[in-house]
Every structure is written in C-alpha cells, then in structure tokens.
Antibody
Framework: QVQLVQSGAEVKKPGASVKVSCKVS????????IHWVRQAPGEGLEWMGG????????IFAQRFQGRITMTEDTSTDTAYMDLGSLRSEDTAVYYC???????WGQGTLVTVSS | EIVLTQSPGTLSLSPGERATLSCRAS???????FTWYQQKRGQAPRLLIY???SRATGIPDRFSGSGSGTDFTLTISRLEPEDFAVYYC?????????FGQGTRLEIK
C-alpha cells in the first residue's frame, strides 16, 4: 500500500518560493507517477502537474509554466514541488497524489501573505 | 483541454434517499482514466470510483459509477449520514488532467 507524507505548513511573502516535499513509502518512487494538485480556500481541485508515464517526462498545467519545478530524489523516495513568484492567490492546500488517485498525501497549507 | 461540468452544483437530500450526480465532458474521455472522489472538510480527496465504474478498496457497494464517452454518473443508492460531502469527477487520460467543479451533497 502506497503512503504519501507531505512536509508541514508554510507561510511565505509575495514573490518568494516554496518547496513542498512528498515522501513515499510502501513502494519505490520510481514505480509511481506522482502528481500535484492544489485547492484554494473554499474552491475546487486544480491539477498542477506531474510525471507522465507515456511521455516519460514531467508535464505542467500551462498556467504554472515558468514558475514551477517538480523534482524527485529516488534515493529517499521523495518528490518535491517548488513554486516561485508566489502571490496571494497561491494560498492553498497543496496535495501530492498518485496519478491513478488511489493514494494522496495529507496536504500542505501554503499561505502567502505580506 | 477537456472541461468537466458537474451537475447539480448542490444536491439536498435526506439520509436513505438515492443520489445521482452527473459529470459531462466537453470531449470524449477514455473511461479507463475517469475517476470520482469524495472530499470532506479538512480532508484530502478520497478515491471512490476508478475506470468509471470500479469501486476503490473499502468503498461500500452503495456507491456505483457508470457512463462512457462524455456522460458519467455517480450513484449513491441509499444515503448514509457520512456520505454528505463534496464530490469531484476527474479525467487523466488527456493532458491537461482536469477536475469537475464539484457537487456539494447536503442534508435536506
């Protein structure tokens, strides 16, 4: 059974960057396709990007192009999502999840405030 | 981009009643990559249905999914108090991955 454990809540100022981690257990990270989804307060789910097994590369939602990076450390089975140039509208809970939706992290609240 | 439109936006029913939630896609969706989630306040989404009609592990058989192409349905046969939550559909067969806007199921 796959378990995903995310890093803790963050508070950032506008213009800063945030890096959220997602530790995988139960499987090796290389066996999974991890994606990132966010949810602003009171809003729905928004896909941000993740590993596309068909393309063999990480793909991103167009609106985050240029300010998002997703990396993986296979030695520790940890995936990372780095979002830069933060603005208040990026305040949200950020989730990592397997692409098939069977496993989700607990969520990481990122608050962007001056 | 495949746009998923859920209806109704809010559904008010009583425990014991039947709930029917709809998700309509702007383009045909590969059913193998169509899912339904339940989300309760303060919790991560929980997978209910994958491949349009298969129940995820531990999901009660009162939940069922159906549909293909552009029209999909989640049915809850007899509502239990713990079923009142927000439900999302999702497709991940076509990039970008997209979610519906959600249906809130509330107690009448």
């Amino acid at each position: 059974q796959v378990q995903l454990v995310q890093s803790g809540a963050e508070v950032k100022k506008p213009g800063a960057s945030v890096k959220v981690s997602c530790k995988v257990s139960g499987y090796r990270l290389t066996e999974l396709s991890i994606h990132w989804v966010r949810q602003a307060p009171g809003e729905g789910l928004e896909w941000m990007g993740g590993f596309d097994p068909d393309e063999g590369e990480i793909i991103f939602a167009q609106r985050f192009q240029g300010r998002i990076t997703m990396t993986e450390d296979t030695s520790t089975d940890t995936a990372y999502m780095d979002l830069g140039s933060l603005r208040s509208e990026d305040t949200a809970v950020y989730y990592c999840a397997t692409i098939n939706g069977h496993s989700w992290g607990q969520g990481t609240l990122v608050t962007v405030s001056s | 981009e495949i746009v998923l439109t859920q209806s109704p936006g809010t559904l008010s029913l009583s425990p014991g009643e039947r709930a029917t939630l709809s998700c309509r896609a702007s383009l045909s969706v590969n059913s193998n990559y169509f899912t339904w989630y339940q989300q309760k306040r303060g919790q991560a989404p929980r997978l209910l249905i994958y491949a349009a009609s298969s129940r995820a592990t531990g999901i009660p058989d009162r939940f069922s999914g159906s549909g293909s192409g552009t029209d999909f349905t989640l049915t809850i046969s007899r509502l239990e108090p713990e079923d009142f939550a927000v439900y999302y559909c999702q497709q991940y067969g076509s990039s970008p991955i997209t979610f519906g806007q959600g249906t809130r199921l509330e107690i009448k």
